[in-house]
């Protein structure tokens, strides 16, 4: 009976493979596969050798840790990134106010303390602009016509002032006539 029991332990023992290179390096999947390829079937029940059995247990159980490790880090990440994008959020719509603020400033200008469009104000100035202009150019239309009227009425009171000097020099040469033609007739008559 011992020899029975040892000829049982060596064969046993001789029997017992090590643990096939499949369960230490590759995936599950392909450890899964190797079992259902490997493995028989008796009565519905798969037979598998127990330190298989164990290390694929051990291997679903550390690729389960794993996932969950995974899945805890994506979430605090996810939350991290959540909080980021709620922060990039807020900060660009404080930049969009920021912007739409700075352009409808850049876009107006204060006028007579209210906000005037920069298009309005160049019309309104284009206008005053205008209207300058063209009290200026009537006010030169009007100096050319003052100026050539003093020179018309600068011409007459010349033409008068030589009719007047022609009339005194005439006026005078009749009363100087007159007067030697009175003298002369006083004389004429007191001498006889």
């Known amino acids: ?45 798969r037979a598998i050798r127990e330190d298989m059995f164990q290390k694929v247990k051990r291997n679903i159980s550390d690729t389960l840790t794993e996932a969950y490790n995974s899945i805890d880090m994506l979430n605090d990440l996810t939350t991290v990134l959540n909080h980021k994008i709620d922060s990039l959020s807020t900060g660009l719509e404080t930049t969009k106010a920021s912007l ?20 309005t104000y160049n019309g309104i100035m284009w206008l005053i602009i205008a209207g300058l202009v063209t009290i200026l150019a009537m006010g030169i239309l009007i100096f050319k016509r003052n100026l050539s009227s003093i020179h018309n009425i600068n011409n007459e009171l010349n033409e008068i002032k030589e009719e007047f000097q022609a009339y005194r020099k005439s006026s005078r040469e009749a009363r100087e006539k007159m007067s030697m033609d009175h003298f002369n007739e006083l004389k004429r008559l007191k001498g006889g």
Do not use: C, W
């Open 100 to 119: 739409e603020d700075m352009t409808r400033t850049k876009n107006s200008i204060r006028l007579f303390g209210a906000e005037v469009n920069k298009i």
């Open 1 to 45: 009976m011992t020899a029975v029991f040892l000829v049982m332990v060596i064969f046993k023992v001789s029997g017992q493979t090590s643990m096939p290179d499949v369960f230490l390096k590759n995936t599950l999947k392909e450890q899964l596969n190797y079992l259902d390829e490997r493995t028989r079937i008796y009565e519905n029940y």
